[in-house]
């Protein structure tokens, strides 16, 4: 079993803060987008009376209540319309996640064009370009790299998604620093996330199967699947106990067990335990 698996500090305390207000908020409870990305938990949060909301839109809309900002963070045009509309903001954006709005408009107003090395469909790296002055860019790879329209004579700072694969990442920094540019590197790939996929690939590389517990959104539990399957051919993407399949431990000798940083701790024990008993 993985030290390092489960809920990281982020992900926990925006979690402790959505249950905080619904325990005394007076006026409705709403989430903007999914507070992690781990639907056992915005189910149970959904039973007890926290609605989702997916758009600025329906954000505009609000007449009342409280707009818990995910732990992935938000542009400022968010705060703003909440703002105009006079709603009550409870900002849960992971600290790591928030120093990175930080660094995008402190380096673009010191004149450095920033690169973001994320998935652009991502809310967090969606929230980190609604930071900049629209001039940000984002890459995943190194063909997308080489398409960038981009000056030679250009300062960059370059930061990271907090989940992106660290490895990948300095191997994206090496190709900007050989194309000779003005470059600023700033790894904002969060420590617990290194720890993991180190712990990750350790284990797996020690066992005969390899599970790895996570929601089918969540990009950190997605990176350790594929670190994982890297080391052990025999590695399982599983989203709770119930996507368990016992023949996968059968007649092996050691299981190696991580999980995503927005996994509750019950669903890894409950796996943890499944699979120990299949195994006797």
């Not at 992935?72 to 705060?79: D, E, I, S």
């Not at 059968?250 to 067990?257: D, L």
């Amino acid at each position: 079993m993985a030290k390092t698996a489960g809920f990281c500090f982020g992900v926990k305390r925006a979690v402790e803060q959505v249950y905080e207000q619904i325990g005394k908020a007076e006026q409705p409870v709403y989430t903007y987008g999914p507070i992690i990305h781990n639907r056992e938990v915005v189910k149970d949060l959904e039973k007890k009376g926290v609605r989702v909301l997916e758009t600025e839109e329906e954000l505009a809309a609000l007449t009342e209540g409280i707009v818990i900002i995910r732990s992935h963070g938000a542009g400022r045009q968010v705060y703003e319309i909440l703002q105009n509309r006079g709603i009550t903001i409870v900002d849960a954006t992971c600290p790591f996640v928030k120093k990175i709005h930080q660094i995008v408009q402190k380096q673009e107003a010191a004149g450095r064009r920033v690169i973001i090395i994320g998935d652009p469909k991502h809310p967090e790296v969606q929230g980190i370009c609604g930071w900049s002055g629209g001039q940000a860019m984002v890459i995943r790879d190194a063909r997308e790299l080489e398409e960038l329209a981009l000056r030679p004579d250009e300062p960059l700072c370059v930061v990271a998604q907090t989940t992106f694969n660290y490895n990948k990442f300095q191997d994206l920094v090496e190709k900007f620093e050989k194309k000779g540019y003005d470059i600023l590197v700033l790894n904002t790939i969060c420590s617990a996330t290194q720890e993991r996929q180190v712990e990750a690939s350790r284990i797996a590389s020690e066992v005969d199967v390899m599970i790895v517990i996570g929601d089918k959104k969540s990009s950190n539990s997605q990176k350790l699947y594929e670190i994982c399957q890297k080391k052990c051919k025999n590695t399982y993407f599983i989203q709770t106990v119930g996507d368990f399949n016992p023949e996968c431990v059968n007649s092996v000798r050691n299981v190696g067990i991580t999980a995503g940083a927005s996994t509750p701790k019950q669903i890894i024990e409950e796996v943890h335990a499944n699979a120990r008993i299949k195994r006797v």
